[in-house]
């Protein structure tokens, strides 16, 4: 499911039929964290830039609770 507000605050909601994350763009502040705690999942060079098939539930949730900013949620 997709729902786009305008350009600059999109937020989209990904799952792997158990969990699923919601990613707001205009909280994301680029700290990069989710990148360099879970690559496979959250990697800005594919697309979709979060793909939940590479990564386990368990590292997932904790990849989004270490979001700095609440960009990343669970839904
Ligand atoms: S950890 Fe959160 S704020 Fe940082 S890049 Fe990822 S989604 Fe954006």
Redesign the pocket.
């Known amino acids: 499911m997709i729902t786009v507000m305008d350009k600059n605050d999109v937020t989209k909601h990904y799952s792997n039929g158990e969990v699923i994350v919601v990613?707001q763009s205009a909280k994301?502040?680029?700290?990069?964290?989710?990148?360099k705690n879970l690559k496979p999942v959250?990697n800005p060079q594919q697309k979709p830039w979060i793909q939940m098939d590479k990564g386990s539930s368990g590292e997932i949730k904790d990849t989004v609770a270490k979001?700095?900013?609440g960009?990343?949620s669970i839904g």
């Open positions: 990613w994301c502040i680029h700290s990069g964290n989710c990148v959250f979001c700095p900013s960009a990343l």
